[in-house]
Structures are given as structure tokens and as C-alpha cells.
Nanobody, 124 residues
């Protein structure tokens, strides 16, 4: 069993930056693949980024356009999402998730564990 707790969300002006954190406990953190997803009201949950446990290779949604960086700190059991040059359209609840199999990493229904989410609001 894996427990995930996100933090770091908040209100930021367009063009600003945020770093989201996801603290993991339980299981064996460094054997899990980790992903970030976001969901705005009335919208589908959308893939943002994922990181593979074997070699920390990172994968991103094309919509990020190089603005986001996912990383992990295995010693602290934490995965991060650094977001730069934020836009109003980035406003959403951001969730981290974990799973054992890296296949289909961009599909939310393939992940086994989810955090409670952290709100990111980008003002125009």
C-alpha cells in the first residue's frame, strides 16, 4: 500500500513558477513509476508528466512545451513537478499517482495509487 500527499499548489500570476511535491510512504517508493495529472472542473483528468523508476527517465505531455520538469528524490521518498511560465490554462487540481508497470504511463486508469490533489490557480 502506498500513500501519496501532494503540496506546493497555490495562486500565481501568469508567467510565474511553482514546484509541486508529492511525498510517498508505504511500499517501496523507488520501485514505483510516478506520474502527475491535472483536472479542471468539467474536464477530463489529463496527463502531465511521468518518471520511470528504473532509470528516472522522464516523459511529458506535448502540451507542456518544455515548461515542466519532473524529478524524484528517492532518499526522501518525494517526486516533484517544477512548472515554469505558467498560463491561465494550467489552472487545475494537480494529482500525483503511482504504479508498478510503466506501460501506458499517460493513462490515468492504469495507476494504482493517488494523492488527494493540490490546487494550482494561475491568474491572467
Amino acid at each position: 500500500q502506498v500513500q501519496l500527499v501532494e503540496s506546493g499548489g497555490g495562486l500565481v500570476q501568469a508567467g510565474g513558477s511553482l514546484r509541486l511535491s508529492c511525498a510517498a510512504s508505504g511500499g517501496t517508493f523507488n520501485t514505483y513509476n510516478m506520474g502527475w495529472f491535472r483536472q479542471a472542473p468539467g474536464k477530463e483528468r489529463a496527463f502531465v508528466a511521468a518518471i520511470r523508476w528504473t532509470d528516472s527517465s522522464a516523459w511529458y505531455a506535448s502540451s507542456e512545451r518544455g515548461r515542466s520538469t519532473i524529478s524524484r528524490d528517492n532518499a526522501n521518498g518525494t517526486v516533484y513537478l517544477q512548472m515554469d511560465n505558467l498560463e491561465h490554462e494550467d489552472t487545475a487540481v494537480y494529482y500525483c499517482a503511482a504504479k508498478r508497470d510503466f506501460g501506458s504511463y499517460s493513462y490515468s486508469d492504469t495507476y494504482d495509487y493517488w494523492g488527494q490533489g493540490t490546487q494550482v490557480t494561475v491568474s491572467s
